[in-house]
């Protein structure tokens, strides 16, 4: 065997060990999240009058005394929810075209307000867990002021230059963890409002990938290297399963690698490109992806994408193939 092959085996029998190493922490690392919880939330109910104070100081103190950002003027700024977006429509936002207006019904608006409301009580859990579990798993990772290391406190500007193009990442995340070997962790929550099935394990096998792409921009912002996501459904099973109930929350982890950063940056830099250049990038041919996008209009205006006509059609297909299953009823009735 000659010694570039040999060599060629032996990176590669390595590179092995690492995915399986880096998958043997994973599971331990959402195991133990998990196990976090449900140990916290096996205790009878706590009032801890200093970690209230703390809640209450906090949320005051952001609002009278904001963190002063170190925003560069002129530069396009990303944020990380906003990276499974396409080009175009990073694009509209950078040039400040005009957004579509966004109608929310009374049970949407309800919808928003219980998954912020559960943000917020899951904050609260993580620091009365670290305060009254023996033998936390997690710590909530503090500021160099002592603050926790989440949200407002953590939100944060970092400019980059990269393929020759200059730009800026802003935002914030749900938090970062101290785990119990010392190492940092990103915390990232997420609520799932329709059925409890919406997070078992046939819906739900991993971390959605738009929420990947948000964690690979965070590790670029705030330097955090490995991520779990506990994803929770805010539907719950019947009280009286006990034991039985479905699980109502899952945990994942994910490691961003090098590449899937270069990428991000990538995407970033073509976008800076096409902005200074006065050049709307190419529209992606799917409906789908516009689900939930601020600018079907200008789309449609553009000539880049006609969501509506899309939207429709694929109406027309799910009623027509609604009847066409209808009818297949009726028949098998009346052959009985």
Known sequence: MSGKKSLFIARGEELNQKVMRNKGRGEEIAKDMLNHFKRFHSMNEIYDRDIEEQILEEELENIRNPKPLNFEKGLVTFSPSSVSKTNRELYYKAKNYPKDEQIFLPYQRRW???????????????????????????????????????????????????????????????????????????????????????????????????????????????????????????????????????PDMRAFYFKPTETQKQEILDKFATVVEHVENNDKPEAVQDGSVYLFSEYKTQLKKDGGFDWFAWDAEQKRIKAERAAERKAARQRKAAEK
Request: no cysteine; glycine share 8%.
């Open 112 to 246: 928003v307000r219980n998954g912020s409301a559960v943000h917020a009580a899951v904050q609260k859990d993580l620091l009365y867990a670290e305060e009254h579990l023996k033998n936390p798993a997690f710590k909530v990772a503090r500021m160099p002021n002592g603050r926790p290391s989440w949200e407002h406190n953590l939100k944060d500007v970092k400019q980059f230059e990269h393929n020759g193009r200059r730009f800026q990442i802003f935002g914030m995340m749900d938090g970062i963890l101290q785990y119990k070997d010392g190492s940092k962790i990103g915390f990232e929550f997420k609520t799932k409002s329709t059925t409890i099935g919406a997070v078992g394990n046939y819906k739900m096998k991993d971390a959605h990938d738009s929420h990947k792409m948000q964690a690979i921009a965070y590790s670029l912002l705030f330097g955090v290297d490995e991520f779990v996501f506990v994803y929770e459904s805010l539907a719950k099973d019947g009280w009286l399963k006990g034991e039985d109930a479905k």
